[in-house]
């Protein structure tokens, strides 16, 4: 049945309401108790701690967005949406919930501050970076770091289904963090050699990755400042959701510096999502959107177009020379001019 405009209006209003159900679903760790099939009211609220009458409605809640599903009398039991709760899932999006439930949602809430002011949440506080204002606090760099693992991690099988990295010998992911993605391609392709460039404050979970993984000896983590020099000796860089985050002058800094660090033959692989000319209506076009309105209001970066990737490729003096869609993704890959 159509919904008339009032009530589609309505259920858009009220999504922040969904964003806590399932937040607070993530924090209580209810999927990795229902991962073993259907548990009771009683044996939840007992294992969380949670009061048994309002986990009782959260739980119906749950099961009418989708996380799980009512069996038997009084019993809930984990669908495959809910499974990505569960944080031993091999693609888990829990820290992603966490960090979307308990920073974002609050960075949102002075949206119109910075619709009205131009100015990122940061800036407003009188903070140039909002890198550095989060630095501030451990515990948002930690949320932040586990979240963007996640991320990566969604869209990692999807990248190694579209681009064949093995004519590389040694690639570099600049700004690669924990080195979720950087472990995926080693793995992929155990000839290769890998470096994750990052900020210092990375490089422990980066090398405990690396260890996990098996691939200490293959792949190492440099320390350093992408604003200031990038490390020579590779000859292939990737760059994954690093330029939507920043506007077009720090990412032509950015680029200029993967440009003198790699030799004549080197290639750049860009990775990020690529906003229609036309705004779209579907999940995709809708989820840039968004997305380019938290590039705004946090880093004050923002979402481009492949038209736009390509004239800050070419400004920075590369030659883009195909485009491989992975996903909601792009991989642009490019040569030195």
């Not at 036309?278 to 999940?283: E, N, R």
């Amino acid at each position: 049945m159509t919904r008339n405009p009032p009530e589609q209006l309505l259920d858009l209003v009220q999504s922040h309401r969904v964003t806590a159900v399932i937040y607070v679903a993530a924090r209580l760790g209810l999927a990795e108790l229902l991962r073993d099939g259907p548990r009771t009211v009683d044996e939840l609220a007992s294992r969380t701690h949670a009061d048994r009458d309002a986990l009782a409605r959260l739980l119906v809640a749950l099961s009418a967005v989708g996380i799980c599903s009512r069996v038997g009398e009084g019993s809930y039991l984990l669908t495959e949406l809910g499974a990505g709760l569960d944080a031993s899932a091999e693609r888990s999006f829990k820290n992603w919930v966490i960090f979307e439930g308990s920073m974002l949602v609050r960075r949102w809430g002075g949206l119109l501050d910075t619709i009205m002011s131009g100015k990122t949440a940061a800036q407003l506080q009188n903070v140039d970076d909002n890198f550095d204002l989060m630095a501030r606090t451990p515990e948002h760099v930690r949320v932040f770091n586990e979240a963007m693992t996640d991320l990566t991690r969604l869209v990692t099988h999807d990248l190694l289904q579209a681009y064949d990295f093995g004519t590389i010998s040694h690639l570099m992911d600049v700004g690669g963090g924990s080195g979720q993605l950087m472990g995926a391609v080693a793995r992929e392709y155990p000839n290769i050699k890998g470096t994750v460039f990052d900020l210092p404050r990375c490089a422990e979970a980066a090398n405990q990755n690396f260890v996990h993984l098996g691939i200490s000896e293959r792949v190492d983590f440099v320390a350093g400042d992408f604003f200031h020099t990038v490390p020579a000796a590779v000859d292939a860089i990737i760059l994954k959701s690093i330029i939507h985050d920043w506007d077009d002058e720090r990412s032509r800094i950015i680029l200029g510096n993967c440009r003198k660090a790699l030799p004549q033959k080197g290639r750049l692989l860009l990775i990020e999502r690529a906003m229609s000319e036309l705004p779209g209506t579907d999940d995709a076009g809708r989820s840039c959107a968004m997305s380019d309105l938290n590039m705004l209001r946090g880093p004050g970066g923002r979402e481009r177009t492949e038209r736009e990737y390509y004239q800050l490729l070419t400004e920075s003096s590369f030659r883009p020379t195909a485009v491989f869609r992975a996903g909601r993704f792009n991989l642009t890959e490019s040569r030195l001019c």
